[in-house]
């Protein structure tokens, strides 16, 4: 899981990306507490932005392909949540160099 800003002409956005993995798989490289203290920052983030319930109601509906992506989770794909967010807020917390 991790933020991400996307800067294109006219538009600046920042998205939850989920990658689909899990403790036992081989490529994954954090250990359950690594993994852990990365959930709750990353709750916390989402909890401070204000973002709570749009990332649960995007989680909460039923799964359909969307901007391309497929509908069910492939390894190596991202699902992407926009979050809803005002320029002072981007500039603040992602701010320019933030990728």
């Excluded at 991400?4 to 798989?25: C, S, Y």
């Excluded at 359950?32 to 995007?58: C, G, H, I, P």
């Excluded at 069910?72 to 320029?87: E, Q």
């Amino acid at each position: 899981m991790s933020f991400v800003r996307r800067d294109i002409p006219g538009k600046t956005f920042v998205a939850l990306n989920i990658m689909w993995q899990h403790l036992e798989q081989r490529s994954f490289r954090m250990t359950e507490e690594q993994y852990m203290e990365k959930m709750d920052s990353v709750a916390y983030l989402v909890n401070v932005l204000d973002q709570t319930q749009l990332v649960r109601a995007f989680l909460q509906k039923p799964a359909k392909s969307e901007k391309g992506l497929p509908k069910r989770p492939v390894v190596g794909t991202a699902i992407s949540i926009r979050l809803d967010l005002p320029p002072q807020v981007i500039s603040e917390f992602f701010g320019s160099g933030y990728q």
